[in-house]
């Protein structure tokens, strides 16, 4: 092995330790990567920074900016109604949504399909009494699941094909990902959709009768003069009030002692923990108060929840050090958390990857500092658009994945919807460019370039040489086994795109040592890369999902393993059927 393969592999792995521990943001490991890639003589200085022109990326970017605009269309709010009013039953809404989010993946990005259709879901999660893990779980692994299926549902495909048009003169075309990723998307739709309602059913025994759809958030409360709570031991809280107390504050101290000798007072401050329904049913009899906000009689006052993203500046904060809201003048209502943990007082508690925010302040000065702090507006009471805006940039979107289909570079073919949105009016270009995923769109682009070093500096064929050691590679089957089971060992820790980026040098490898077309192989790597069923913090959709659905670790384990073995079976099985 030479220095430069040596010092490459030693690159990668630091890389993708630094990416699975998710301490250092993401495009900061990527751009020290990068740079250490030429440091290390791996690339010339003149293709440093060409993965930012690379059209993988420019595709990647044209798809966030038609999502932002397709997520304000609201055009499923009026979809969401009529199948409330059907009254269907639990499996078919549950079926029924991740369908929705699956179908949506397949024309743009997971995180975009699961932005727009969770608010959906959770509706409808709310009007028929669905409890809400049933609903977030089945929604985020569809988001992943429909990306299988196109050219454009996942960064990882795009990458695949401009590997096989570099290969080959030729790349994968807009479907061609259907004939294994359709079969799969539809049988882990179905499976995981009969299993959530066996995995969370609607608890039986619970002190007080709560919505099935709540969630549980932390909140610090005033005890009124009138409260029914005066004279209320803690110890009594969750039977009798069906709420968890994990603080008693009197005057500025805390009240310490046994739950069982600690006794509410008038002007008593609480923190506590139980459902939002529960401290919304106790506000209103005047249980417990909150302070009033000074702004809350502005003419646009508003109340919205909002999730910490994993790019969010939030990260690791405390409540009273968000200067990003404090200043303008926006108040933290409650927080529902991840953490098991909840010491000290409302403001001590610190945010983490998934958290969510209840808000309450200026609809612009919230819109301004969620931009400000990267972080994903979960719920809004922002009026509909117009119904004539609504049905338009779909109508467009259509145009762009039918002209790619037709063998229009995606890149050129979606230029033109965004050049089109953007002379109706429908996209602000400047405003969106700011409110990109930079993150993601930086660590893809600075990767493209190390990936590619994988192949001229002989490290493919290295690695590839190891593996035929281990299995025997003249079989094609076989290799491609290995490949997949590879791409889906490495997802639940490393994004999709790096996973592509990394095998897709020894797919090809594989295949010219067997002497095979490479299509099959690079399938399996696209496929295996975003099977991403096992932990929270492999894709962000499933960190998202973790923290609005109230999962555990092993939530994901439980209910993604079937899944995950379903998948790789007959992803493995199509595979060898259409592409051998």
């Not at 039986?204 to 759809?213: G, L, N």
């Not at 005057?251 to 919304?280: H, K, M, N, R, Y």
């Not at 809004?380 to 229009?408: D, H, I, N, Q």
């Not at 492999?538 to 393993?561: E, S, V």
Request: glycine letters at 8%; one cysteine or more; proline letters at 6%.
């Amino acid at each position: 092995m030479s220095f430069e393969q040596a010092s490459l592999l030693i690159l990668l792995l630091a890389m993708l330790i630094l990416f699975s521990l998710d301490r250092i943001r993401i495009e900061v490991v990527s751009i020290a990567g990068l740079l250490g890639g030429y440091a290390l003589g791996l690339y010339p200085a003149e293709q440093i920074f060409t993965g930012f022109a690379s059209p993988v990326v420019i595709t990647v970017v044209e798809i966030l900016l038609i999502v932002q605009v397709l997520a304000r269309a609201r055009l499923f709010d009026s979809l969401a109604a009529r199948f409330a009013a059907a009254r269907p039953g639990d499996f078919t809404v549950i079926a029924g949504t991740s369908a929705l989010a699956g179908f949506m993946s397949i024309f743009m990005n997971n995180i975009g399909a699961f932005a727009i259709t969770l608010p959906v879901a959770l509706r409808l999660g709310t009007v028929l009494a669905i409890p809400r893990r049933q609903l977030v779980m089945p929604v985020s692994f569809a988001a992943l699941l429909g990306g299988l299926v196109s050219l454009i549902g996942t960064p990882a495909n795009l990458l695949v094909s401009d590997a096989l048009a570099k290969a080959t003169g030729t790349g994968f075309h807009f479907f061609d990902f259907a004939y294994v990723g359709l079969p799969v998307a539809i049988a882990g739709i179905l499976l995981i959709a009969i299993r959530v309602q066996r995995l969370f059913p609607e608890p039986d025994e619970t002190p007080v009768k709560i919505s099935p759809a709540a969630r549980r958030i932390v909140v610090e409360r005033r005890i009124p003069d009138v409260s029914p709570l005066i004279g209320v031991r803690l110890s009594d809280c969750p039977v009798r009030f069906g709420i968890k107390p994990h603080a008693l504050i009197r005057g500025d101290s805390f009240v310490f002692g046994p739950l069982d000798q600690s006794i509410i007072e008038p002007g008593d401050v609480l923190l506590a923990e139980g459902a939002d329904t529960v401290f919304a049913g106790l506000a209103a009899t005047q249980a417990l108060i909150a302070d009033a906000h000074p702004h809350g009689l502005q003419p646009d006052f508003t109340r919205v929840e909002a999730v910490v993203m994993p790019e969010s500046t939030l990260v690791g904060s405390r409540v009273r050090s968000l200067e990003v809201f404090h200043h303008r003048g926006i108040a933290v209502a409650a927080l529902s958390m991840r953490a098991p943990r909840i010491e000290g007082r409302f403001l001590d508690l610190q945010l983490s990857i998934g958290d969510i925010l209840t808000l309450e302040g200026s609809r612009i000065a919230i819109g301004e500092a969620l931009e400000e702090s990267e972080c994903l507006l979960l719920a809004s009471t922002a009026p509909s658009e117009p119904a004539l805006l609504s049905w338009r940039p779909f109508a467009l979107f259509a145009c762009g994945v039918a002209a790619s289909a037709a063998g229009l570079r995606p890149d050129v073919a979606f230029a033109g919807v965004v050049l089109v949105l953007a002379l109706l009016n429908h996209l602000n270009i400047r405003q969106a460019m700011a409110d990109l995923n930079w993150p993601i769109i930086i660590m893809l682009a600075a990767m493209i370039p190390i990936g590619q070093a994988v192949a001229t500096t002989g490290a493919a064929e290295t690695i590839a040489g190891w593996l035929s050691l281990v299995v025997p590679i003249t079989h094609p089957l076989s290799g491609i086994a290995l490949i997949l089971f590879l791409a889906m060992a490495l997802t639940p820790f490393v994004n999709n795109a790096t996973v592509a980026i990394v095998l897709t040098p020894i797919a090809l490898e594989f295949a010219r040592a067997g002497r095979h077309a490479p299509d099959a192989y690079l399938i399996a790597v696209a496929a295996g890369a975003s099977l991403d069923f096992l932990t929270p913090f492999g894709h962000h959709n499933n960190t998202l999902a973790m923290g609005i659905g109230g999962y555990r670790f092993g939530d994901f384990l439980r209910a993604g393993w079937p899944l995950a073995v379903t998948s790789y079976g007959l992803a493995l099985l199509l595979t060898g059927l259409f592409w051998l």
